[in-house]
């Protein structure tokens, strides 16, 4: 078991991010409260512990081909760079950092057709995703302001920035989780992804100790699980796609974006 004192996080309460009209004084603090990695491994959490994400949500760098519903697999990888770290699928990438309260969000590179999209809070650049010490059946409301740009100029793709109001849920922790592929893993937690705060999931995501992604499911029957592992040397390392116009600022004109309260509509809703 372990402990950690942080502010006073209660099991099964609603955590919001910050709102949008709301001065970015804190927006500010996160920006500047790196947490460098690797993240030492503390003791196995027990339920009703508040657990630390970071342990599950960065890899050591191992590969591993994730199974695709379409058919055929997809390599991963957990990769750091400074206080970065990024979930690789191939050449795409999902772009993450730790701060003293949050797991924040950057850029995504892989939702497809040939775009990637980036969040901001308000003042700076990336988002909270959720908490970075979080205890089974908690709810984190988040509303990042998201804008699409195409990947060959970061031209801001219509109907442009807009404001994304959903929840994500702390599902489950599994001491071990069975994929359809034969593959077990140990310490798996599970979140969900809703659009309103009694809504049936709309997506799911594992997260795995030392692997990071692992798997996700979608109410629309698409999905994907770890399916085959990588002895380590036995393969060369993602190389992950350059975007060499990609704006890692603040939106400086950030009041001016649609105001869009609600999720975003297909197919600009992002988790």
Not at 69 to 80: A, E, K, L
Not at 206 to 235: K, P
Request: proline share 5%; net charge negative.
């Amino acid at each position: 078991m372990f402990t950690v004192l942080i502010g006073s996080l209660v099991a099964g309460s609603v955590f919001a991010s910050q709102n949008p009209d709301q001065a970015s004084d804190s927006a500010s603090s996160e920006a500047g409260n790196f947490i460098y990695f690797p993240i030492i491994h503390v003791s196995k959490p027990e339920l009703g512990d508040l657990f630390h994400m970071a342990r599950f949500m960065i890899g050591y760098g191992r590969l591993y081909e994730v199974q695709i519903f379409q058919g055929g697999q997809t390599r991963f990888q957990s990769q750091t760079e400074d206080a970065r770290f990024f979930h690789t699928k191939g050449i795409e990438w999902e772009e993450l950092w730790a701060t003293n309260q949050h797991i924040m969000r950057g850029t995504d590179t892989s939702p497809g057709d040939e775009k990637y999209y980036t969040l901001r809070d308000p003042g700076i650049y990336g988002s909270a995703w959720s908490p970075r010490f979080w205890s089974v059946g908690d709810v984190f409301e988040r509303n990042p302001l998201v804008t699409f740009y195409r990947k060959d100029n970061c031209a801001v793709v219509e109907p442009g920035p807009g404001w994304h109001k959903t929840y994500l849920r702390f599902e489950a922790y599994y001491q071990e989780r069975l994929f359809e592929s034969g593959i077990t893993l140990n310490n798996v937690v599970e979140f969900t992804w809703l659009l309103d705060l009694d809504g049936a999931p709309i997506e799911k995501y594992y997260y795995a100790e030392n692997y990071g992604l692992v798997g996700w499911w979608s109410n629309d029957r698409s999905f994907s699980y770890i399916s085959e592992e990588h002895a380590a040397g036995s393969r060369p390392p993602n190389e992950r796609e350059n975007i060499s116009c990609l704006d890692t600022g603040a939106l400086v004109n950030w009041r001016l974006a649609k105001l869009l309260y609600g999720p975003l509509e297909s197919p600009y809703r992002v988790k």
